[in-house]
């Protein structure tokens, strides 16, 4: 395993992107990661056009001051839309003579391969951004078109209307929750449990629905709880992110909204945040998500040795009991508990632990590295003060 090359190797990120997601998975795996698909949401064309249609002729019965390009993939849909009821020409000569606003480069590709040309557009790419900007002119009786990509945005229309403006909102699409939500639990327990070690949001409405199917299954607090922890929340922008960090979430951002630097920021983050390095033996051992590697090589680790090897890893070189052990482990090895469950639990017994020792030893494939200590425990065969206690944003 090359470190520069396979940067994520033994993590395993968590997707919930419908849209795109084969393009981000692709670029995780690129680099190592095991990838957890669990879509949250679905793009759903209008069902009845009857409110996009109603919207475009008010754009063309009344002359329009300002409209707000969101997204390109959106623009070009409502142009498309039109084309079929026979209102793209006159669509595209009404827009011609407004002051078109392009939230982002991808939006301004879309204006400018229809033939037009946008006025401004900001640097950044947010919508805090084309407030400004719009709030500096006179906007009392303006008429202003905003272009929606599956929800409504009351901070910018809200803005635009309490400045006098008349704001005609433009539904392109809409987004509704996935039918089949069974991934998506799935991964919201595997978060709760730290078997995953990211998740990454692309859009605002994906982690609305991963709160709410947490929250059907009583695991809303828990998933935050494991998010606020030893789950990095990677985001691909301001907006995405808000609802996560109302509830004091830290996420991963990237500078750019785009889905490349979100897997830059990941492979930037990730391993500082999940990964412990401790000298074993004149070793380097690294622990990562579902794996180590030791000198290089990479080693996969099932759930159970590894929550072992990470409570052993935290008190580098000294004694940890059995009993401490028994509550470290999952909690799907204990008869009867849920299997995502995290509070309240029974306790494992010390066979399980024993048997968890043996597993992860063989999984090492190298003898010495844990040590048992009769009577009291075990232990890494390290000199505590030669481990590195910086990487320390190790899950339980």
Same mark, same amino acid.
């Given at each position: 395993?090359?470190?520069?090359? !396979? ?45 996009? @249609? ?5 754009? @063309? ?6 409209? +707000?390009? =969101? ?7 409502? *142009?498309?839309?039109? !084309? ?13 003579? =407004? ?5 982002? &480069? ?15 557009? #900001? ?22 078109? +905003? ?6 945005? &009351? ?6 209307? !309490? ?49 709410? +199917?947490?929250?059907?299954?009583? @695991?809303?607090?828990? *998933? ?47 391993? *500082? ?11 380097? @051992? ?16 099932? #759930? ?8 052993? $890893? ?19 090895? +204990?008869?009867?508990?849920? &299997? ?15 048997? $968890? ?25 390290? !000199? &505590? ?12």
């Amino acid at each position: 395993m090359n470190s520069d090359s !396979d940067p994520l190797a033994g993590f395993a990120v968590g997707l919930t992107a419908a849209r795109r997601h084969e393009e981000l998975a692709a670029l995780l795996e690129r680099r190592g990661a095991r990838v957890v698909h669990a879509p949250a949401i679905r793009l759903v064309p209008l069902a009845d056009d009857a409110e996009l @249609l109603a919207a475009t002729r008010a754009c @063309l019965d009344l002359p329009l001051d300002h409209v +707000v390009v =969101t997204t390109g993939i959106g623009f070009r849909a409502w *142009l498309e839309t039109a !084309d079929g009821w026979g209102l793209r020409d006159p669509l595209i000569a009404a827009l011609g003579g =407004t002051d078109l606003v392009a939230r982002g &480069p991808k939006a301004r590709g879309a204006i400018r391969s229809a033939g037009l040309q946008e006025r401004w557009s #900001p640097e950044s790419e947010s919508c805090a951004e084309v407030i400004e900007h719009l709030l500096e002119k006179d906007l009392d009786g303006a008429r202003v078109a +905003v272009q929606l990509y599956g929800e409504r945005h &009351p901070e910018l229309t809200g803005a635009l209307r !309490d400045a006098g403006a008349e704001v005609v909102e433009i539904p392109v699409y809409r987004w509704s929750r996935t039918e089949d939500t069974t991934p998506l639990r799935r991964l919201v327990g595997q978060a709760v449990a730290g078997t995953v070690d990211a998740i990454a949001f692309t859009s605002a409405p994906a982690v609305a629905a991963t709160l709410a +199917v947490a929250a059907e299954d009583g @695991l809303e607090e828990p *998933l935050l709880d494991a998010m606020r922890t030893h789950v990095v929340a990677a985001c691909v922008g301001p907006v995405t992110a808000r609802a996560l960090t109302e509830r004091g979430v830290p996420t991963v951002q990237p500078e750019r909204a785009r889905i490349g630097a979100l897997v830059r920021a990941l492979v930037s983050d990730l391993p *500082l945040r999940r990964a412990r390095r401790v000298v074993v033996r004149g070793s380097s @051992l690294e622990l990562r998500g579902h794996a180590v590697v030791l000198d290089g090589q990479l080693r996969p680790i099932a #759930p159970a040795p590894m929550a072992i090897l990470r409570a052993l $890893a935290r008190r580098p070189g000294h004694v940890v009991s059995r009993a401490e052990l028994c509550g470290v482990l999952p909690s799907r090895l +204990v008869v009867g508990a849920s &299997p995502w469950s995290r509070d309240a639990r029974p306790q494992a017994d010390e066979h399980a632990v024993e048997m $968890a020792v043996a597993r992860l030893r063989r999984g090492l494939g190298r003898n010495g590295i844990v040590e048992t200590v009769v009577k009291r425990g075990y232990r890494l065969a390290c !000199d &505590p003060r030669l481990s590195d206690q910086v990487r320390a944003g190790v899950g339980g």
